[in-house]
């Protein structure tokens, strides 16, 4: 079946270092990728979706294109800032409703 | 607007027990959904609506049970709770099933 793989956290950058979280999935069809944001004791916020092959999603200074080739949507974002410091989730739609999240990437961004 | 809302925030109950946690939306959505959230794992669906008297089960619907009688509201019922079904509970609409869903702040749930 469908599946989402993230890298593990906790991530720890400095503020403005480059950040890369890798999410990887597995899908019978087509899918629609997007990333979500848990910031701390929020539920879950829309941070950026791409719902074809070499779409590139892009929201608040992070990016993430569709890769088909490598089966990939890594979220990256070039000078992260402590507000960035939250729980990202990768998540895949193939057909109907339903998503289908990775474990999450928690991202711990010091001064 | 006040989006997608969810009561209680906080919950403690025996095992046995009995509870309904609420979910609300006033974005007019068709679609609505119920989520958990357990650590390592990433969220889960429980079941979900596509809407008022519709329902279907998603990944791990045993234990729980959801009606919809109104486009607004989408409870989620534990009939006899467990540990096992201490977690984060999360509520969702969207506006068709293509497009963005919307979570609520979450319940957090723990039986003892």
């Known amino acids: 079946g469908d599946s989402v793989t993230q890298m593990e956290g906790p991530v720890t950058l400095s503020e403005e270092a480059f950040l890369t979280i890798n999410c990887t999935y597995t899908?019978?069809?087509?899918?629609?990728l997007f990333w979500y944001v848990q910031y701390p004791g929020e539920g879950l916020q829309l941070l950026l979706k791409?719902?074809?092959?070499?779409d590139k999603g892009s929201n608040k200074g992070f990016e993430a294109t569709y890769r088909k080739e490598t089966t990939s949507f890594h979220l990256e974002k070039g000078s992260v800032q402590v507000s960035d410091s939250a729980v990202y989730f990768c998540a895949l739609r193939d057909s109907g409703y339903a998503l289908n999240f990775g474990k999450g990437t928690s991202l711990l961004v010091t001064p | 607007n006040a989006g997608v809302t969810q009561t209680p925030k906080f919950q403690v109950l025996k095992t046995g027990q009995s509870m309904t946690l609420q979910c609300a939306q006033d974005m007019n959505h068709e679609y609505m959904s119920w989520y958990r959230q357990d650590p390592g794992m990433g969220l889960r669906l429980i079941h979900y609506s596509v809407g008022a008297g519709i329902t279907d089960q998603g990944e791990v619907p045993n234990g729980y049970n959801v009606s919809r009688s109104t486009t607004e509201d989408f409870p989620l019922r534990l009939l006899s709770a467990a540990p096992s079904q201490t977690s984060v509970y999360f509520c969702?609409?969207?506006?068709?099933?293509?497009?963005?869903?919307?979570f609520g702040p979450g319940t957090r749930l723990t039986v003892l």
């Open positions: 899908a019978t069809g087509y899918p629609s």
């Open positions: 969702a609409s969207s506006y068709g099933g293509n497009n963005e869903q919307f």
């Open positions: 791409a719902t074809k092959a070499d």
